[in-house]
């Protein structure tokens, strides 16, 4: 159990032109055949073992993930909304209200490692909040020419220092930031 704030990771995959999804909000084009590219490694080469405690998505992301056939297993999960829904997964709860009064009262007593999976608006208000600790960026090798940005309206400048850059076979790059120091006066 957490008994501080628990590691935030914004995690998304983006096109080369910095959009997470068409304007119709479809993901399609994430698809590429595994031969593309020669050079880099295969997810299960990359021997990254990554400890995921609990998911946090918006709405619009958990209908597309029952859409696909729910990739998050029995991983608890947790759906920000105002709207009304429902799950059949026990592992499923719901979530409306104040991001900052989620983190510390729902997810600093039980989880450690939370990794914040969609959509945009979520991603948009924990960073404006400065609830993220670590963003995982992957860049599909596609330009969609518009579509929903990844990055909207950002509330301040942040900086992020690099930790991690794998080059996939799929032609994907996955770069893993955290979050920069502030550096000292005389430093």
């Known amino acids: 159990m957490a008994t501080n704030k628990p590691t935030i990771t914004l995690h998304v995959v983006a096109s080369l032109d910095g959009f997470i999804a068409r304007n119709d909000n479809s993901i399609s084009w994430m698809d590429t055949p595994a031969d593309v590219y020669e050079k880099g490694v295969t997810e299960a080469d990359s021997d990254r073992s990554i400890k995921i405690d609990c998911f946090v998505l918006g ?3 958990y209908e597309h993930a029952l859409q ?4 998050y297993g029995d991983t608890p999960t947790v759906v920000l909304t105002s709207r009304k829904l429902s799950s059949t ?3 499923v709860e719901f979530y409306s209200g104040d991001p900052k009064i989620f983190v510390e009262s729902v997810l600093a007593p039980r989880f450690a490692n939370v990794w914040l999976v969609g959509g945009a608006v ?3 208000s924990f ?5 993220v600790d670590e963003i ?3 860049i599909a090798p596609v330009l969609l020419g518009q579509g929903l940005r990844l990055f ?3 509330a ?3 900086r992020w220092r690099l930790t991690d850059l794998v080059g996939y076979k799929n032609c994907y790059v996955a770069m893993t930031y955290a979050r920069a120091t502030p550096e000292r006066p005389g430093t």
């Open 152 to 154: 909207s309206d950002s």
């Open 127 to 131: 960073l404006a909040l400065d609830l």
């Open 89 to 91: 997964r026990k592992t």
């Open 59 to 61: 709405s619009l992301t």
């Open 136 to 138: 995982r960026l992957t």
């Open 156 to 158: 301040a400048e942040m």
């Open 68 to 71: 696909l056939g729910w990739p």
């Open 122 to 124: 979520v991603g948009q």
